[in-house]
C-alpha cells in the first residue's frame, strides 16, 4: 500500500465517528423530517403521501407566513443592536481595559452564562412585568403615571434576547480585536489617517470575519429559539418555533410542524449562504 493510500485511510478512519454521528443524528432525521413534511392529516391520522399541500397552506395562510416574518424581524433586529452593542464593549476590553484585568472583565462580561437560560428569561418578566422593578422605579422617581406595557411584547422579546447574544458577539468580535497587530493602526496613523478612518479603513475590515462570525451565530439561535419568546412575548406575535411547538403540542399536525421546520432550516441556510463569503476569510 503506498503512503498516499495509507494517508487516506488513516484520514478517512479518523473522519469516520465524527460522519457516522452527523449522519446518525442530523443527515437522517432531518431526511425523515422532510419526508413527514409532504404527508398530510386525514382526521387524526397521518397519511404518508407526496403532497406539498403543508407547504402550500404555510404561504397561502397568513398567520402562518407572519410568523415567520416576525422571527425574521425579531432576529435582524437583535442581531444589529446586539452588534451595535457588543463592538464598542469588546473594544473598551482589547484597547482601554489594562492586559492583567481583562480576564477578569470578560468574566464578567459572560456572569449571565451561568445561569439558566429559563431563570434569566423569568427574571426579565419580573424587572418588565406591570409590577416589576422597572415600572416600580419609573413611578416612584413621578416619570410615568400608569404602568409599562412591555412584558407580553415584542419588545420584551428583543430586549430578552440582546441580554443574551450582546455577551456572545462581544466574545466573537474581543478574540478578533486582540489578535490585530498595533503596527497597522500606527501606519495608519502615520499616513494621516485620523480615529474614524482607522477604524473604518484598517480595524473594521480585519474585524469582520469576527463580526459575522457572531452575528450569525446570533441570527441561528435567536431564529430557532422558542423560550424568550414564549416567556417574555406571550401569546401575542407568535415566531416561527412558537407556531411549530403550537402544531405539535395543541393540534398533533406533526407533518404541518415538519413542513414549518424545513422552512425554518431554509432560511437558516440562506442567511449562512449570504454569510459565507466572510465566514471563509481568514483571520488576522
Not at 428583543?158 to 478578533?176: D, E, K, R
Not at 423560550?227 to 402544531?247: D, F, S
Not at 395543541?250 to 424545513?262: K, Q, Y
Request: with cysteine; net charge positive; proline share 6%.
Amino acid at each position: 500500500m503506498s503512503l498516499a493510500a495509507r494517508d487516506r485511510r488513516l484520514g478517512w478512519g479518523l473522519v469516520a465517528p465524527a460522519l457516522a454521528w452527523t449522519v446518525a443524528f442530523f443527515v437522517l432525521p432531518f431526511a425523515a423530517m422532510v419526508a413527514l413534511s409532504f404527508a398530510r392529516m386525514e382526521g387524526r391520522e397521518i397519511v404518508p403521501a407526496f403532497d406539498p399541500g403543508n407547504y402550500a397552506r404555510f404561504f397561502s395562510e397568513w398567520p402562518l407566513f407572519k410568523a415567520l416574518l416576525n422571527s425574521m424581524e425579531i432576529t435582524v433586529v437583535v442581531t444589529v443592536v446586539s452588534v451595535l452593542l457588543a463592538y464598542p464593549l469588546a473594544a473598551i476590553i482589547a484597547f482601554r481595559v489594562p492586559v492583567r484585568w481583562q480576564r477578569l472583565a470578560l468574566l464578567m462580561a459572560v456572569l449571565p452564562f451561568w445561569t439558566s437560560y429559563v431563570v434569566r428569561s423569568y427574571a426579565w418578566l419580573l424587572v418588565l412585568g406591570q409590577n416589576g422593578v422597572l415600572n416600580k422605579a419609573l413611578l416612584g422617581a413621578g416619570l410615568i403615571a400608569e404602568p409599562l406595557e412591555i412584558a407580553a411584547t415584542r419588545t420584551a422579546t428583543v430586549i430578552g434576547f440582546v441580554h443574551f447574544f450582546v455577551m456572545l458577539l462581544t466574545l466573537t468580535i474581543y478574540a478578533n480585536l486582540v489578535q490585530l497587530p498595533t503596527n497597522y493602526a500606527r501606519a495608519a496613523r502615520d499616513l494621516g489617517a485620523g480615529p474614524v478612518q482607522v477604524f473604518r479603513f484598517v480595524i473594521l475590515p480585519l474585524t469582520l470575519p469576527g463580526v459575522v462570525t457572531g452575528a450569525f451565530l446570533t441570527f441561528v439561535l435567536c431564529m430557532g429559539d422558542y423560550i424568550t419568546p414564549q416567556i417574555l412575548g406571550g401569546n401575542n406575535e407568535l415566531t416561527l418555533p412558537q407556531l411549530i411547538m403550537l402544531q405539535l403540542g395543541r393540534s398533533g399536525n406533526f407533518p404541518l410542524a415538519s413542513a414549518l421546520s424545513v422552512v425554518l432550516m431554509a432560511v437558516i441556510t440562506l442567511a449562512y449562504l449570504l454569510s459565507s463569503r466572510w465566514l471563509r476569510v481568514d483571520r488576522v
